[in-house]
């Protein structure tokens, strides 16, 4: 049994010889016509991390101007574009009907106070009436029936003339409401600012309900702008408040104008189960250039480095055969992460375990890992048939990776 258990050992490991050796000549022994390995220098320069949105310009305040009070429109004193002052007239509601409603308040108005005239000089009667025949009755020259009898009309007359003053108070009250009404027909501006929308036209009768109808759009300060950017939900936790961005807009295909993420609002927008988050980036725009409702093409930077080593992110796709993939998580340009890439030099290529720091998606940072700026590393392989092996994204032929590359015949 040993002896069986000793040759099946021999042969396995035999077996397990063959294939070593076959793989290392698959990868490095294959004629001019076979196999050949893609490689690109490790660098020292730049790197930033962005993240790419698209948004909508707006004005940072926008006041949608309404009415209180429902009529035709008579006049229109701002069109658009127009530049407006706070309290400034920009239209008006036909205000005879609420004229009339102010007349007729004042006209009860008055004859309230009228009654309380008339209502005052009868409890002074009254008041005569029962001290007189309080005297007399002292005198038994009137009946206690007659006595009682003017006290009560007296202390009705300072009911009513309590009630007048109420009435008085209540039309008092009437007056300012229709007065407010009728000062409501004029539509003036609530804010400094310019006129972005008109809705209605001379003519035209608004009808103030449940919900107030939006006559004006007033922009309070075009100067200050905002992109209201939606970023995908993979992105957002790299965005923070104060970050720079930078956009371009079809209108200014060439300029990039800058901003700063002023706020990441936690809202989700969900359209067809893709979650996106609004993040506001406010820019100066004193030459105004930028109008409402322009779309924008966001980079936010998130992260930057000046100055360090890096490899091409193929680097870390490639892998041998019969070699594990790289780890996925470094792909996804996660920082600190242990992969490992192949490094060319002197003929051969040998595996250098690195740890990874930021990356911009086509360069990555080697936080620690014993690979130089200047050295050659490894990103793919091409076969003569075009095919491809290491996972590399080059087509057959190509000549490298990154700004520095280059195709090597590996030789027997």
């Known amino acids: 049994m040993k002896l069986s258990s000793m040759k099946n050992s021999a042969w396995m490991l035999?077996?397990?010889?063959?294939?070593?050796?076959?793989?290392?000549?698959?990868?490095?022994?294959?004629?001019?016509?076979?196999?050949?390995?893609?490689?690109?220098?490790?660098?020292?320069?730049?790197?930033?991390?962005?993240?790419?949105?698209?948004?909508?310009?707006?004005?940072?305040?926008?006041?949608?101007?309404?009415?209180?009070?429902?009529?035709?429109?008579?006049?229109?004193?701002?069109?658009y574009n127009a530049a407006v002052k706070k309290g400034e007239l920009i239209a008006k509601i036909d205000p005879r009907p609420y004229q009339v409603t102010v007349d007729i308040a004042h006209a009860t108005l008055a004859n309230s106070i009228a009654q309380l005239g008339k209502d005052s000089a009868d409890l002074a009667y009254k008041k005569v009436t029962y001290e007189r025949n309080l005297?007399?009755?002292?005198?038994?020259?009137?009946?206690?029936?007659?006595?009682?009898?003017?006290?009560?009309?007296?202390?009705?007359?300072?009911?009513?003339?309590?009630?007048?003053?109420?009435?008085?108070?209540?039309?008092?009250?009437?007056?300012?409401?229709?007065?407010?009404?009728?000062?409501?027909?004029?539509?003036?501006?609530p804010v400094d600012g310019t006129v972005v929308s008109r809705n209605v036209d001379v003519g035209q009768t608004v009808a103030a309900s449940f919900q107030t109808p939006t006559l004006f759009l007033i922009a309070q300060d075009?100067?200050?702008?905002?992109?209201?950017?939606?970023?995908?939900?993979?992105?957002?936790?790299?965005?923070?408040?104060?970050?720079?961005?930078?956009?371009?807009?079809?209108a200014f295909p060439d300029r990039d104008f800058e901003g700063v993420v002023a706020q990441v609002r936690q809202a989700p927008i969900t359209v067809q189960n893709v979650v996106t988050y609004d993040v506001v980036v406010s820019v100066e725009n004193p030459?105004?250039?930028?109008?409402?409702?322009?779309?924008?093409?966001?980079?936010?930077?998130?992260?930057?480095?000046?100055?360090?080593v890096r490899v091409p992110i193929d680097a870390l796709r490639f892998a041998p055969p019969g070699e594990p993939p790289a780890n996925s998580a470094a792909l996804?340009?996660?920082?600190?992460?242990?992969?490992?890439?192949?490094?060319?030099?002197n003929g051969k290529v040998t595996p250098v375990t690195i740890t990874t720091g930021l990356s911009d998606g086509t360069w990555v940072e080697v936080?620690?890992?014993?690979?130089?700026?200047?050295?050659?590393?490894?990103?793919?392989?091409?076969?003569?048939?075009g095919s491809h092996g290491g996972g590399g994204s080059h087509s057959g032929g190509s000549a490298g990776t990154g700004p520095v590359g280059g195709m090597v015949h590996m030789p027997h």
């Open 135 to 189: 005297e007399l009755f002292k005198d038994e020259s009137v009946s206690k029936d007659t006595l009682d009898s003017s006290y009560s009309a007296w202390q009705e007359d300072i009911a009513q003339v309590n009630l007048d003053h109420a009435n008085i108070q209540q039309q008092t009250a009437n007056v300012k409401a229709a007065e407010l009404n009728l000062n409501y027909t004029n539509i003036v501006s």
């Open 367 to 385: 936080a620690q890992g014993d690979v130089q700026a200047g050295e050659r590393v490894v990103t793919d392989e091409v076969r003569s048939a």
């Open 287 to 308: 030459e105004l250039l930028l109008k409402p409702g322009m779309t924008a093409n966001v980079i936010i930077v998130t992260a930057s480095k000046a100055k360090v």
């Open 332 to 345: 996804d340009g996660a920082p600190g992460q242990q992969t490992r890439v192949w490094v060319f030099e």
């Open 222 to 250: 075009l100067t200050k702008m905002q992109v209201d950017s939606n970023a995908s939900e993979s992105d957002i936790g790299y965005v923070k408040e104060g970050q720079k961005a930078t956009f371009r807009v079809d």
């Open 14 to 79: 035999a077996i397990a010889a063959i294939i070593a050796v076959a793989g290392a000549w698959y990868f490095f022994g294959r004629s001019s016509s076979g196999m050949r390995i893609v490689t690109a220098k490790a660098t020292e320069g730049p790197i930033v991390r962005s993240v790419t949105a698209t948004g909508t310009v707006n004005p940072v305040i926008v006041v949608q101007l309404g009415t209180y009070v429902s009529g035709p429109i008579t006049a229109i004193y701002k069109d």
